[in-house]
């Protein structure tokens, strides 16, 4: 309260009457002291109040942005944690294992359910402080799986939680409830599938009191006992509080009976009456309601009387708001104690002055009357105001005396003022310089500190620091708390519309003063009608590093002089900056140095190149060598090496010195402390210091003394057992061969014999038929001829032939019987085909490599092995998809090469049925390509969309005799012999990949002529 406002309330208007008609009567002795009293005290009582009301205005408008900057910043962290628990839920809802169980029948969920019960309670993990559990609920609203195992089997289908995500198809975020003596929120996510449909609700229990442990840090980082955050809902019921816990749950004031009943149903309210659900604050609720215009307001929190100021901001994830409250007697204390201050100074001045007026007025009193006009002007505020001295009696001397004293007044008030704003600027100066001084090597505390001093130094409100993020080439707001927020503000380097990203790009000041008439929206500040700013680059040799950003909401706000300190604050700043990062990664690259030097598990040393002293050396090179790592240091390298090794090494030293090598790698001989012989495994490189004048060298000793001894007794022995096992493992390869291609030429004999007798005994018979269709057709038309011949002659046939005409159906049998033979015809040629190809696939009569068409093999085998590929019952189609390229002939063993081709085939046809097996809605298909690589060698690929193989199964399908069929079906050679004919007899490539649930594929690639002059297929 000001000094004024003291006044006014203590002295009435009669009182103030009374006092004048008093004075009125009174001696000019007392008049005079009165006079000197009012002159002496009245500037100083008009200063001082002018100046409390300034410091309180100035005090309650700061007071009231740290507020709302303090609030912004609690609603800033309650968003990013409620973005980063819907980011992380809606993650978590597309993990394969949680799609595929939801996708399953009951009789695969339960197959799949300990998997799926894994995976929860995986993520139940990540925090098990705050997460209580984890649902998975199925379209019907059934929950299926949750890490409470109580819950298993509930119905869910009426709580928001699932409904919302189902309906909108998005991530949500439930209100807090009490429940189970637990308050606690929900974020949930639809699930799905690969089709985009929703198959059902990820639900994620959180416990709510996280968002009390955030309102309590945001508390603390405020830094004063006295000011606290709250958090309340749309309804205005507390959901956290920073400074009691009591009143979490309960309303601002008594809810109309029908919403406290439906609150306290969806446990959204504390249990009870209305008056242990709610608090009577409506002062309170007004200001929140008028938050929209004004975020600042003054009230009453709980039963406590004294006033607070309060400021409060909503969330954007949620409708709800966080209000911070602070004393106003804290932010207010100051102007306290400039009232006791000025107070005690002005009974001190009064004293005096009364002291002076007594003695002169026994002198004065009548000589003073001239000198009325003078004192009243002066007394009215006119201190420039002067008495002539005209004589050196006392009257002379009262008005030189007068004077004196009025320009005494005048300089003590104009020295007090400036020494006041001496004080404040002298004092924020030395503030500002200390605290950057102490943050240089801290970047967050050098920026924190930086933006304190702007605000402070010239009484800014809105200063920012953008850092660039080169990897995205965006601007960053630097946010002072303590903890990064998650999504900070960031702003395009591109942008035109912005003036820091204009300044960031040109690497130059720039400024605007904006007065629309209308509202101009504002990148970096929002909508407003006046502003002024000014963004300035931290540059350090041409690199940007940021963009400070200063704005105010007045136009013309910033003058020339101005902008130039803002130049300089920017360019210390940025030096500081660029200072903190080099010493940060010193000191990180100093630190990790320093601990695998000492906790290194081999022997470490530094040793000087003039003396070849050692001046350090880790613990394990001390226990090596049964030293003390202080002992250690009083040797050099040549008093610790076996003599016989010396002159080797320093041979090899001298060549790391001279620069003709970085490094070296050598085996030698140490000696240690008890003169036994140490070998090590030691590695040397050169350093080279700035800070350092000689350059050092770095030493890394592996013991391997037990290596050597144990080389030393395996020599001998390994030469021998050497020899016996390369016999054993050539013959063991040998014989693996033989058995391979014994079996393979037994197959291949008998399978050539079988499909040469039965394509020969075929082909007889079907020549046979084949020849005599042409003539029977030639006869049939001779036939055809005769009748029509006897039709053109004899129209009118006796009657039995007419009969009999019409009881054969003449014109039928004629017509039908040219179809049989046409039918006929094509049957013989089809059988003539596939004789054809059973022929070309055996290749009996083609032993030798020579020039061969690669897609007459292919199309050949896919002939005979057309009865596996077409629909069957309980088989269906294998769709064969062929991509050919055009190809040259390719030298190659013909008959071998069409195995290769009926292998891989056959192995595809078998992975396509396993599959139908498990999923009879897939459509088998089988794709072959062929690709010229280049002027030497093709390409063929045989793929399928069967149900693939492991990468350990994968690895072994090369080798003899392994299978993953069943008993009977096969025997492990189909694709060890297809191998050893693409690579050994071909010199070509034949690999294989796969994916378990994607198909397999096989890929050849063989050279079009033959580099080798192969043996002949056995």
Same mark, same amino acid.
């Not at 009691?244 to 749950?249: A, H, W």
């Not at 050098?446 to 990897?471: E, G, P």
């Not at 040109?506 to 101009?520: D, H, N």
């Not at 696939?841 to 020039?851: G, H, N």
């Given at each position: 309260?000001?000094?004024?406002?003291?006044?006014?309330?203590?002295?009435?208007?009669?009182?103030?009457?009374?006092?004048?008609?008093?004075?009125?009567?009174?001696?000019?002795?007392?008049?005079?002291?009165?006079?000197?009293?009012?002159?002496?005290?009245?500037?100083?009582?008009?200063?001082?109040?002018?100046?409390?009301?300034?410091?309180?205005?100035?005090?309650?408008?700061?007071?009231?942005?740290?507020?709302?900057?303090?609030?912004?910043?609690?609603?800033?962290?309650?968003?990013?944690?409620?973005?980063?628990?819907?980011?992380?839920?809606?993650?978590?809802?597309?993990?394969?294992?949680?799609?595929?169980?939801?996708?399953?029948?009951?009789?695969?969920?339960?197959? !799949?359910?300990?998997?799926?019960?894994?995976?929860?309670?995986?993520?139940?993990?990540?925090?098990?402080?705050?997460?209580?559990?984890?649902?998975?609920?199925?379209?019907?609203?059934?929950?299926?799986?949750?890490?409470?195992?109580?819950?298993?089997?509930?119905?869910?289908?009426? !709580?928001?939680?699932?409904?919302?995500?189902?309906?909108?198809?998005?991530?949500?975020?439930?209100?807090?409830?009490?429940?189970?003596?637990? $308050?606690?929120?929900?974020?949930?996510?639809?699930?799905?599938?690969?089709?985009?449909?929703?198959?059902?609700?990820?639900?994620?229990?959180?416990?709510?009191?996280?968002?009390?442990?955030?309102?309590?840090?945001?508390?603390?980082?405020?830094?004063?006992?006295?000011?606290?955050?709250?958090?309340?809902?749309?309804?205005?019921?507390?959901?956290?509080?920073?400074?009691?816990?009591?009143?979490?749950?309960?309303?601002?004031?008594?809810?109309?009976?029908?919403?406290?009943?439906?609150?306290?149903?969806?446990? %959204?309210?504390?249990?009870?009456?209305?008056?242990?659900?709610?608090?009577? =604050?409506?002062?309170?609720?007004?200001? =929140?309601?008028?938050?929209?215009?004004?975020?600042?307001?003054?009230?009453?929190?709980?039963?406590?009387?004294?006033?607070?100021?309060?400021?409060?901001?909503?969330?954007?994830?949620?409708?709800?708001?966080?209000?911070?409250?602070?004393? &106003?007697?804290?932010?207010?204390?100051?102007?306290?104690?400039?009232?006791?201050?000025?107070?005690?100074?002005?009974?001190?001045?009064?004293?005096?002055?009364?002291?002076?007026?007594?003695?002169?007025?026994?002198?004065?009193?009548?000589?003073?009357?001239?000198?009325?006009?003078?004192?009243?002007?002066?007394?009215?505020?006119?201190?420039?105001? &002067?008495?002539?001295?005209?004589?050196?009696?006392?009257?002379?001397?009262?008005?030189?005396?007068?004077?004196?004293?009025?320009?005494?007044?005048?300089?003590?008030?104009?020295?007090?003022?400036? &020494?006041?704003?001496?004080?404040?600027?002298?004092?924020?100066?030395?503030?500002?310089?200390?605290?950057?001084?102490?943050?240089?090597?801290?970047? %967050? @505390?050098? =920026?924190?500190?930086?933006?304190?001093?702007?605000?402070?130094?010239?009484?800014?409100?809105?200063?920012?620091?953008?850092?660039?993020?080169?990897?995205?080439?965006?601007?960053?707001?630097?946010?002072?708390?303590?903890?990064?927020?998650?999504?900070?503000?960031?702003?395009?380097? *591109?942008?035109?519309?912005?003036?820091?990203?204009?300044?960031?790009?040109?690497?130059?000041?720039?400024?605007?003063?904006? @007065?629309?008439?209308?509202?101009?929206?504002?990148?970096?500040?929002?909508?407003?009608?006046?502003?002024?700013?000014?963004?300035?680059?931290?540059?350090?040799?041409? @690199?940007?590093?940021?963009?400070?950003?200063?704005?105010?909401?007045?136009?013309? %706000?910033?003058?020339?002089?101005?902008?130039?300190?803002?130049?300089?604050?920017?360019?210390?700043?940025?030096?500081?900056?660029?200072?903190?990062?080099?010493?940060?990664?010193?000191?990180?690259?100093?630190?990790?140095?320093?601990?695998?030097?000492?906790?290194?598990?081999?022997?470490?040393?530094?040793?000087?190149? *003039?003396?070849?002293?050692?001046?350090?050396?880790?613990?394990?090179?001390?226990?090596?060598?049964?030293?003390?790592?202080?002992?250690?240091?009083?040797?050099?390298?040549?008093?610790?090496?076996?003599?016989?090794?010396?002159?080797? *090494?320093?041979?090899?030293?001298?060549?790391?010195?001279?620069?003709?090598?970085?490094?070296?790698?050598?085996?030698?001989?140490?000696?240690?402390?008890?003169?036994?012989?140490?070998?090590?495994?030691?590695?040397?490189?050169?350093?080279?210091?700035?800070?350092?004048?000689?350059?050092?060298? =770095?030493?890394?000793?592996?013991?391997?003394?037990?290596?050597?001894?144990?080389?030393?007794?395996?020599?001998?022995? *390994?030469?021998?057992?050497?020899?016996?096992?390369?016999?054993?493992?050539?013959?063991?390869?040998?014989?693996?061969?033989?058995?391979?291609?014994?079996?393979?030429?037994?197959?291949?004999?008998?399978?050539?014999?079988?499909?040469?007798?039965?394509?020969?005994?075929?082909?007889?018979?079907?020549?046979?038929?084949?020849?005599?269709?042409?003539?029977?057709?030639?006869?049939?038309?001779?036939?055809?001829?005769?009748?029509?011949?006897?039709?053109?002659?004899?129209?009118?046939?006796?009657?039995?032939?007419?009969?009999?005409?019409?009881?054969?159906?003449?014109?039928?049998?004629?017509?039908?019987?040219?179809?049989?033979?046409?039918? $006929?015809?094509?049957?013989?040629?089809?059988?003539?085909?596939?004789?054809?190809?059973?022929?070309?696939?055996?290749?009996?009569?083609?032993?030798?490599?020579?020039?061969?068409?690669?897609?007459?093999?292919?199309?050949?085998?896919?002939?005979?092995?057309?009865?596996?590929?077409?629909?069957?019952?309980?088989?269906?189609?294998?769709?064969?998809?062929?991509?050919?390229?055009?190809?040259?002939?390719?030298?190659?063993?013909?008959?071998?090469?069409?195995?290769?081709?009926?292998?891989?085939?056959?192995?595809?046809?078998?992975?396509?049925?396993?599959?139908?097996?498990?999923?009879?809605?897939?459509?088998?298909?089988?794709?072959?390509?062929?690709?010229?690589?280049?002027?030497?060698?093709?390409?063929?690929?045989?793929?399928?969309?069967?149900?693939?193989?492991?990468?350990?199964?994968?690895?072994?399908?090369?080798?003899?005799?392994?299978?993953?069929?069943?008993?009977?079906?096969?025997?492990?050679?189909?694709?060890?012999?297809?191998?050893?004919?693409?690579?050994?007899?071909?010199?070509?490539?034949?690999?294989?990949?796969?994916?378990?649930?994607?198909?397999?594929?096989?890929?050849?690639?063989?050279?079009? @002529?033959?580099?080798?002059?192969?043996?002949?297929?056995?």
């Amino acid at each position: 309260m000001s000094l004024l406002r003291i006044l006014y309330q203590r002295i009435s208007i009669q009182s103030v009457n009374a006092w004048m008609r008093t004075f009125q009567l009174s001696s000019l002795r007392s008049k005079l002291i009165v006079s000197f009293l009012s002159v002496a005290l009245l500037p100083l009582l008009i200063v001082s109040a002018i100046n409390q009301q300034a410091m309180q205005q100035a005090l309650i408008a700061s007071a009231n942005q740290s507020l709302l900057a303090t609030a912004s910043q609690t609603a800033l962290s309650i968003d990013a944690f409620i973005a980063n628990n819907l980011n992380a839920v809606r993650v978590e809802s597309q993990l394969p294992l949680v799609i595929r169980y939801l996708n399953s029948s009951v009789e695969d969920r339960n197959r !799949q359910r300990a998997d799926a019960e894994a995976v929860l309670r995986a993520l139940n993990r990540k925090d098990t402080l705050n997460i209580i559990s984890y649902s998975l609920i199925t379209l019907d609203g059934i929950t299926v799986l949750d890490t409470n195992i109580g819950e298993i089997g509930s119905d869910r289908s009426h !709580q928001d939680y699932f409904q919302r995500p189902i309906s909108s198809g998005l991530p949500f975020v439930s209100p807090v409830r009490y429940s189970a003596q637990t $308050m606690s929120i929900h974020f949930s996510s639809p699930v799905r599938n690969a089709f985009g449909e929703i198959t059902g609700v990820l639900a994620l229990r959180y416990n709510a009191n996280a968002l009390q442990r955030l309102i309590n840090q945001n508390t603390q980082i405020f830094g004063r006992r006295d000011a606290f955050a709250i958090l309340l809902d749309e309804n205005y019921v507390r959901l956290a509080h920073g400074y009691s816990t009591n009143s979490i749950l309960k309303s601002l004031v008594p809810l109309p009976t029908l919403k406290r009943e439906q609150l306290q149903a969806e446990g %959204r309210l504390r249990p009870g009456s209305s008056e242990e659900a709610s608090t009577n =604050l409506p002062q309170f609720q007004a200001g =929140l309601e008028r938050m929209a215009t004004l975020p600042f307001f003054q009230t009453h929190i709980a039963d406590s009387r004294e006033l607070k100021a309060a400021a409060a901001t909503r969330l954007e994830t949620m409708p709800w708001v966080v209000v911070f409250v602070q004393s &106003r007697s804290s932010f207010l204390a100051p102007i306290r104690a400039q009232f006791y201050q000025t107070l005690g100074l002005g009974l001190a001045i009064a004293l005096a002055v009364l002291a002076v007026a007594v003695a002169m007025g026994q002198w004065l009193a009548q000589p003073l009357l001239h000198l009325t006009s003078i004192m009243t002007r002066f007394t009215a505020g006119n201190l420039k105001a &002067r008495a002539q001295v005209a004589s050196q009696d006392e009257t002379g001397i009262l008005a030189a005396c007068f004077n004196t004293m009025a320009n005494q007044l005048e300089k003590l008030v104009q020295g007090l003022e400036e &020494r006041t704003r001496e004080l404040e600027v002298s004092q924020a100066v030395t503030v500002a310089v200390s605290e950057l001084s102490r943050s240089l090597l801290d970047s %967050r @505390k050098l =920026l924190q500190d930086a933006i304190s001093t702007m605000q402070a130094l010239f009484d800014l409100k809105d200063v920012q620091i953008y850092l660039f993020d080169r990897a995205t080439q965006t601007l960053q707001a630097f946010s002072p708390d303590s903890q990064t927020p998650v999504n900070p503000t960031r702003i395009e380097i *591109e942008s035109d519309m912005s003036l820091v990203a204009q300044a960031a790009r040109t690497r130059l000041l720039k400024s605007r003063s904006l @007065k629309q008439p209308k509202q101009f929206y504002q990148p970096e500040g929002g909508y407003s009608q006046e502003r002024s700013q000014v963004a300035v680059p931290l540059t350090i040799g041409g @690199k940007l590093l940021g963009v400070l950003d200063i704005q105010d909401r007045t136009s013309q %706000r910033f003058s020339e002089s101005d902008l130039e300190t803002f130049k300089t604050l920017a360019a210390q700043i940025a030096i500081a900056l660029e200072n903190a990062r080099l010493f940060d990664e010193i000191q990180q690259a100093e630190s990790r140095f320093r601990t695998i030097f000492e906790d290194a598990p081999i022997g470490m040393a530094l040793v000087n190149l *003039e003396d070849g002293k050692i001046f350090q050396a880790n613990l394990a090179f001390s226990r090596m060598l049964d030293y003390s790592p202080e002992d250690l240091i009083q040797y050099s390298f040549v008093d610790l090496t076996y003599p016989d090794d010396i002159d080797n *090494e320093r041979f090899i030293l001298n060549q790391l010195i001279s620069g003709e090598i970085d490094k070296y790698h050598i085996e030698k001989r140490y000696i240690t402390r008890t003169q036994d012989i140490l070998w090590g495994n030691l590695t040397v490189s050169l350093i080279t210091e700035k800070e350092r004048e000689n350059p050092y060298c =770095l030493g890394m000793i592996e013991n391997i003394t037990k290596r050597k001894q144990t080389e030393a007794a395996l020599q001998e022995s *390994e030469t021998q057992y050497r020899e016996k096992a390369q016999e054993l493992e050539a013959t063991l390869n040998e014989l693996q061969k033989t058995q391979t291609q014994l079996i393979q030429t037994e197959k291949m004999s008998s399978l050539g014999q079988l499909v040469a007798g039965v394509a020969h005994e075929i082909n007889n018979p079907v020549n046979f038929i084949y020849g005599n269709i042409t003539p029977a057709s030639e006869y049939l038309q001779e036939m055809i001829g005769l009748l029509q011949l006897y039709e053109q002659h004899y129209p009118q046939p006796i009657p039995e032939i007419v009969e009999r005409i019409e009881e054969i159906d003449l014109c039928f049998l004629i017509d039908d019987f040219q179809k049989v033979l046409a039918s $006929m015809k094509v049957g013989a040629e089809r059988i003539q085909k596939i004789v054809l190809s059973l022929r070309n696939f055996s290749r009996l009569d083609e032993a030798a490599m020579k020039p061969v068409d690669i897609h007459e093999g292919i199309d050949n085998s896919l002939v005979i092995l057309q009865n596996k590929l077409k629909d069957k019952p309980g088989h269906p189609e294998i769709k064969v998809i062929k991509d050919y390229e055009k190809l040259p002939l390719v030298e190659c063993y013909a008959g071998q090469l069409n195995q290769v081709f009926m292998n891989l085939l056959t192995n595809s046809i078998d992975a396509l049925e396993e599959t139908f097996q498990l999923n009879s809605e897939q459509k088998p298909t089988i794709w072959i390509q062929t690709r010229s690589i280049n002027s030497t060698e093709i390409q063929i690929q045989i793929r399928d969309n069967g149900k693939g193989m492991s990468e350990a199964i994968r690895n072994k399908i090369f080798d003899p005799f392994f299978t993953t069929k069943s008993v009977g079906k096969g025997t492990g050679l189909g694709l060890a012999i297809s191998y050893q004919i693409v690579v050994e007899k071909h010199r070509g490539q034949l690999t294989c990949h796969s994916t378990p649930g994607k198909g397999s594929t096989f890929t050849i690639q063989i050279p079009i @002529k033959s580099v080798l002059t192969l043996p002949s297929s056995p």
